[in-house]
């Protein structure tokens, strides 16, 4: 439209129209690429914080570094949910392997020691090591595709604008074919209406939205990382916003993740020692596991290795979420020795006890879960002979000082919290006591009531504040049953069993342990653990939405005001009260100050935003009404007052300076949902919003063509009345009507 009114002035000879166009035209061009040039490189800078981690030995030590720092003849480690981060060869371990981003095969490969495990695989099941032979570039995946993909799904907020935007061409539409119509039976020549027309329409069009959504979500993403929070999908900071439940991991999240041994009870004539010894035995301390830590902390603190025979490692089976333990097989003064730790009924059931004699162990630990502890089983025995069950271990995992007072936070802002966790009923009911979660049931109990016929859309979870004994696929049953109950979902998880619940939850969160694959599916990636950057996230997300809804009132409001006055006042008065020249100039200057909204302080809201906006909208087309009522008020006094009848430059700069000023002013109210004066604006609002008055009302001065210059004191009274007419009378319209329109807006 630009372009078509650049060349429609150069056939007119409006030279002045032509230079002033061209300009703004250059100027958008520079603003929006810069804007979007260091958007791009907050979102590079946020994408180096999500690198891909391994764990190496190096100087006799496991480490975990950045991927890319990884070599040829690094030995690294590698578990289930990891990402292949070079071409490796297999040393020690078996495991399976998903090379469907490679090979397009979706069945997983078996890969045993000697073989190689490509670049970009996934581990599905099993661990161990291997040697680094081809990094970076050099690798078959490096070759053929890239590691990350940048996704771009579209947002709620675009849908909305989307749709906004063509009703605007329609009542616009409308008020210009009036127009076009009285013009024509006037006789006003076509070649002076169409820049004019064509002006008004483009003011229709939201010239700024892709500046100011850019701002916005990079200059919130930036906030965020700054609390630990990394966003991986632009839709992210939205769906927070609109967020209504949370359900979260108890370990890491909830407690600290940092487990210790804090009690044994030896069985069948062993001692402390040999139950830490075997415990011990069965553990990795390259795998980084805290429950493995736990034991070779406790093994080292009471000295059970001091004196012994030296155990070098055979095989070593890795925990699982269906068999719940872990296994090693020994070689200890000639003799192999068979180990194993996991959970009591397991370990039980492996060793071929009695359910008498498990109907007792489990007594046990039940006493020790009603105070919060976890206890686990140790067994050993030669490697092909029976298991003897020598002991149980308590382990405890201490809650987080914050974790109470952050859940209150959230439940505060209308998101209330459900744990889940693997942990016995008994356990997690003292932990959800501890943080104000009484309410803990069993899974199993969520899936009998889901099998139920009719029970699919009912809020299941409603009267609970949690869910123990909680496998990781099961996450995805609850987001499911969340999401059919019409809530907007959000799910924390770390385990590449958790991927599906978080790619499927609107927000998916990826805590600060959590594996590669994890923080693939998942849109946010926490950097620190606890809940305090989850805060953050909603918070931010509020603040965002309210920047762009913000926008969206004002650009209907404004909308509306400029192709009904200058309609309206056509059919009365028989002219173009504004040139064409003079709206451009208004387009371009206040669609430039309205992207400093991305930057504007707010206050975010109490309670769940919804893109259901339509009482918002209602807002905006009464403001917008109010505002065309009392421009034409005003330009009837001008007209009769001061002469603007007969002095169409005096007539042009009045209506210029009037919809100037409106402009700033109707920004100052619409930020805010209550009176303007609850909040302060930004200091950058308030300099663009300065010197976009001041630079019109320069210009005006300075008089530069079809821009009389007025006298001082009309410009004076025309910014007077447009200061009390939306700082007074419209932002109490503005109340009034989100009260009645909106009532949990004022929240």
């Known amino acids: 439209m630009l372009e078509l009114i650049i060349i429609l002035s150069a056939v007119l000879g409006n030279y002045s129209d032509l230079v002033v166009v061209s300009v703004l035209l250059v100027i958008n061009a520079v603003l929006a690429f810069v804007q979007e040039h260091r958007a791009a490189g907050v979102v590079a800078a946020l994408r180096k914080r999500l690198q891909v981690n391994a764990r190496v030995r190096r100087d006799s030590s496991w480490l975990v570094i950045p991927a890319r720092e990884l070599v040829p003849g690094d030995i690294i480690r590698v578990r289930p949910g990891d990402i292949i981060p070079a071409d490796v060869k297999l040393l020690t371990g078996a495991m399976t392997i998903d090379q469907s981003a490679l090979t397009g095969e979706s069945k997983d490969a078996d890969k045993t020691p000697g073989e190689v495990l490509s670049s970009g695989s996934v581990v599905r099941r099993g661990e161990g090591n291997g040697v680094v032979m081809l990094t970076g570039a050099k690798t078959y995946f490096g070759r053929t595709t890239q590691l990350v993909q940048e996704a771009r799904p579209k947002l709620h907020i675009e849908a909305v604008v989307a749709k906004v935007v063509r009703w605007l061409f329609v009542i616009v539409g409308t008020l210009l074919g009036v127009v076009l119509v009285l013009s024509l039976i006037r ?211 201490p809650l987080r000082p914050d974790a109470k007072q952050l859940i209150a936070e959230l439940h ?218 009392e421009t034409l008020l005003f330009l009837w006094i001008g007209w009769s007052r001061f002469g603007l009848a007969t002095n169409n430059d005096a007539l042009y700069t009045f209506s210029f300076l009037m919809l100037l000023y409106f402009a700033a002013f109707s920004v100052v109210s619409a930020r805010e949902r209550r009176w303007f004066w609850a909040t302060m604006p930004s200091k950058t609002l308030v300099a663009a919003l300065t010197a976009d008055a001041l630079t019109g009302t320069i210009l005006t001065v300075v008089g530069l063509p079809g821009l009389r210059p007025l006298p001082w004191w009309q410009t004076l009274a025309i910014f007077a009345y447009a200061m009390v007419s939306c700082l007074v009378v419209n932002d109490a319209v503005k109340v009034a009507m989100i009260k009645w329109r909106v009532p949990t807006a004022i929240a």
């Not at 700024?208 to 906030?223: D, N």
């Not at 139950?275 to 736990?294: H, K, R």
């Not at 990781?472 to 979902?489: F, N, R, S, W």
């Open 412 to 629: 505060d802002l209308g998101v209330p919290v459900k744990m889940l966790t693997g942990d016995a009923l008994p356990v997690a009911c003292e932990i959800g006591q501890g943080v104000g979660l009484p309410n803990i049931r069993r899974m199993a109990d969520l899936k009998a009531a889901g099998a139920q016929a009719g029970n699919e859309a009912v809020d299941l979870l409603a009267g609970a504040d949690g869910f123990a004994e909680v496998y990781p696929e099961d996450k995805y049953i609850v987001v499911q049953h969340l999401q059919a109950a019409g809530h907007v979902t959000g799910m924390t998880g770390d385990g590449v069993n958790d991927a599906p619940a978080l790619r499927q939850a609107e927000v998916g969160i990826a805590v600060s342990t959590a594996t590669d694959v994890a923080k693939g599916a998942a849109s946010v990636v926490l950097t620190e653990p606890g809940l305090t950057n989850i805060v953050a996230l909603v918070e931010q997300g509020r603040t965002i939405y309210q920047r762009v809804l913000t926008w969206i009132v004002n650009k209907i409001s404004r909308t509306i005001l400029k192709a009904a006055f200058v309609a309206i006042a056509f059919v009365v008065t028989g002219k173009f009260v504004v040139s064409a020249f003079a709206m451009l100039l208004l387009v371009f200057m206040t669609d430039f100050a309205k992207i400093a909204l991305a930057t504007d302080n707010v206050r975010p809201s109490k309670k769940p935003e919804t893109w259901n906006i339509g009482g918002f909208i209602m807002v905006s087309v009464v403001l917008g009404i109010a505002m065309v009522a």
């Open 187 to 397: 006789g006003v020549p076509l070649l002076e209406m169409v820049p004019i027309l064509l002006v008004l329409l483009m003011s229709a069009v939201p010239t700024a939205l892709p500046v100011m959504f850019t701002i916005s979500t990079a200059v919130g993403s930036r906030e965020l990382a700054r609390h630990g929070v990394l966003v991986t999908r632009l839709s992210a900071s939205e769906d927070a916003a609109t967020m209504d439940v949370l359900c979260v991991d108890k370990t890491g999240t909830i407690t600290m993740n940092q487990l210790a041994v804090t009690g044994v009870i030896p069985l069948e004539h062993a001692t402390e020692s040999d139950v830490l010894f075997a415990g011990a035995l069965a553990s990795q301390e390259a795998n980084q596991d805290p429950i493995d830590l736990a034991f070779l902390a406790a093994a080292k603190a009471h000295h059970v290795f001091d004196g012994a025979p030296a155990a070098s490692p055979v095989s070593f089976t890795p925990f699982d979420a269906k068999n719940r333990r872990t296994e090693a097989v020994v070689e200890q003064n000639g003799q192999r020795l068979r180990v194993m730790k996991g959970a009591m009924r397991t370990v039980a059931e492996a060793c071929r006890l009695q359910p008498a004699a498990i109907e007792t162990l489990e007594a046990r630990v039940s006493e020790s879960a009603a105070k919060g502890y976890r206890t686990l089983a140790v067994a050993r025995g030669p490697e092909s002979g029976a298991l003897v069950l020598i002991g149980l271990a308590t382990l405890y995992d």
